[in-house]
Nanobody
């Protein structure tokens, strides 16, 4: 399995931006599709965005046009650029890795998870 460590979370005002990073180690990073999920208190873990091994990305409707996922295979890192943040984006954000092919938004189909990073958006 791959080990994942997220960073870049913090407190930001509504309308602001943050960039999350997730560094991977342990296996060949380029073999994995990577995803970002989030979980707010009392709510289920929610899909945010994912990027395939080919580099193609897909997004939850709630973040489309505001968030951008990207990857740097040379650095074994996946990023989530978050713009126009809203208080509803407040959550713990988790990075996840998946060896399987194809598009999925299901947390249970991802093989490895990071510890999470807190994002708080104030109004």
């Amino acid at each position: 399995q791959v080990q994942l460590v997220e960073s870049g979370g913090g407190l930001v005002q509504a309308g602001g931006s943050l960039k999350l990073s997730c560094a991977a180690s342990g296996r060949t990073f380029s073999s994995y599709a990577m995803g970002w999920f989030r979980q707010a208190p009392g709510k289920e873990r929610q899909f945010v965005a994912a990027i395939l091994r080919s580099g193609g990305g897909y997004y939850a409707d709630s973040v489309k046009g505001r968030f951008t996922i990207s990857r740097d295979n040379a650095k074994s890192t996946v990023y989530l650029q978050m713009n126009s943040l809203e208080p509803e984006d407040t959550a713990v954000y988790y990075c996840a890795a998946r060896l399987g092919a194809g598009i999925t938004r299901t947390p249970g189909l991802f093989d490895s998870w990071g510890q999470g990073t807190q994002v708080t958006v104030s109004s």
